[in-house]
């Protein structure tokens, strides 16, 4: 089983949404995730690891 990892900088927060910006490849690309999915206590500029479907303060 092959494992992917990425990496994520929570570029801003909006109400219930965070939108991430991929730190680990080049991307201008935002995605945005449900604050609910995302660890509490995230805020603008937090890193995150996303690892198997989930994520994580880096």
Known sequence: MNL??????VESIDGD???LRRTD???DDLKL??????PAE???????K???M????E
Do not use: D, H, K
Request: proline content about 0%.
């Open 4 to 9: 992917e990892t990425w990496f994520y900088e």
């Open 17 to 19: 949404y965070a939108n």
């Open 25 to 27: 490849i080049e991307s």
């Open 33 to 38: 995730v449900a604050r609910a999915l995302l």
């Open 42 to 48: 995230i805020s603008e500029g937090s890193r995150l």
């Open 50 to 52: 996303y690892e198997m």
């Open 54 to 57: 989930q994520y994580t303060l």
